[in-house]
């Protein structure tokens, strides 16, 4: 059974960091591209970073290029994304998810709440 589990989310300052994860179980992690995605309260989802699984290469909106950082351990079938000078504006629940076999999975999300 596939499975992925966010944790990381949390209250934080206008220019603060966090750190998220998603730890991975069920299927073969390090052969597959996994994402991040968001969503805010009211709207609908939005993809914010992905990593592939053999190059590695990385992917951002552009709303977050040069503040976020996504990166993956295969050894510990986890992916994380890294938020530095985080704004009001990326308060939303963060999923992280995979396309396996033509299948999205996702993730419960964790919460992120950006405020002073």
């Known amino acids: 059974e596939v499975q992925l589990v966010e944790s990381g989310g949390g209250l934080v300052q206008p220019g603060g960091s966090l750190r998220l994860s998603c730890a991975a179980s069920?299927?073969?992690?390090?052969?597959?591209?996994m994402s991040w995605v968001r969503q805010a309260p009211g709207k609908g989802p939005e993809w914010v970073s992905a990593?592939?699984?053999?190059?590695?290469?990385?992917y951002y909106v552009d709303s977050v290029k040069g503040r976020f950082t996504i990166s993956r351990d295969n050894a510990k079938n986890t992916v994380y994304l890294q938020m530095s000078s985080l704004e009001p504006e990326d308060t939303a629940v963060y999923h992280c998810?995979?396309?396996?076999?033509?299948?999205?999975?996702w993730g419960q999300g964790t919460q992120v709440t950006v405020s002073s």
């Open positions: 990593i592939h699984a053999g190059s590695g290469n990385t």
């Open positions: 069920g299927f073969t992690f390090g052969s597959y591209d």
């Open positions: 998810n995979a396309r396996i076999l033509s299948q999205l999975y």
